[in-house]
């Protein structure tokens, strides 16, 4: 079995491939790669591996961006310190959701599983698109309702429909309203994008997760990039890459 390992933290990737081969001698390892800009090179331009062990918050950023820019054909267990990514993950190819530090038998166990559901599903293959569609609507969460926010020596919530973008300005998170209100709050963007809607709101950047509410024109740039025009003035420019150009008006037309 041909395995890639995604894991920014070297010392842990080293540690995995070890328990992993073992636990499985004929495991080949057969990458180890640290960024989501890496994993989606090495996707695109190898053969794909039979299975995937993949870290979560990778050096450049989540690695769900990684299913965005390129389709991603074995399954995947995630190994990550952070438990609130698990509905993601399972939308992501995701077969296990082992939380650091995980031991050997962690590995073991999940493994185990994925042998499993290969002889489950090679021996009724008709199964298979029904439970597909059963884990797609298990896995539609109704996100994050509110925020809790400090301001001006008060606690207050604040509504996720009525936010119309998260920002980080001086390495800070910050939320804009639809009434133009700003606040601050405690966690870092990539956590908060896994915790709201996907279907609601949309990682347009590293700097910026917009509400499909807010957005009023889409246009076409230099560098077959997209410039974004929301309902509410925003700090900077808001334009999308042409490698994720394709995905977001996906997530328009279809969320």
């Known amino acids: ?28 390892i ?30 450049d950023g989540l690695c769900f961006q990684i299913f965005e820019s390129v389709k991603v054909v074995p399954p995947v267990i995630f190994c990550t310190a952070y438990d609130n990514y698990a509905i993601e993950a399972f939308k992501a190819n995701g077969i296990d959701y082992l939380l650091k530090p995980f031991k050997k038998e962690h590995i073991e166990a999940a493994l185990d599983k994925l042998d499993q559901l290969k002889t489950y599903f ?22 994050k309702k509110s925020f809790l926010v400090f301001k001006q020596n008060k606690y207050m919530t604040v509504k996720t429909e009525q936010i119309a973008f998260f920002y980080i300005h001086n390495e800070t998170t910050c939320i804009r309203t639809f009434d133009q209100q700003e606040y601050t709050i405690p966690q870092p963007l990539e956590e908060v994008q896994g915790i709201v809607p996907a279907s609601q709101f949309y990682r347009l950047n590293r700097q910026y997760l917009v509400n499909f509410e807010a957005i009023k024109e889409v246009e ?36």
């Open 1 to 28: 079995m041909k395995i890639a390992i995604i894991e920014d933290e070297i010392k842990t990737a080293r540690s995995l491939a070890n328990i992993i081969t073992s636990v499985r001698p004929d495991a080949e």
């Open 30 to 59: 057969v990458a180890t790669i640290q960024s989501v800009e890496r994993a989606v090179s090495y996707l695109t331009e190898n053969p794909q591996p039979d299975l995937i062990f993949m870290d979560i918050q990778l050096s």
């Open 122 to 143: 090679s021996n009724d293959k008709q199964l298979a698109p029904d439970l597909e569609i059963l884990l797609k609507k298990l896995g539609e969460p109704d996100g």
């Open 220 to 255: 076409h740039y230099f560098s077959r990039k997209l410039f974004i025009r929301l309902t509410i003035p925003t700090p900077d420019k808001l334009l999308i890459g042409k490698e994720k150009v394709s995905h977001f008006l996906s997530w328009l037309e279809n969320r």
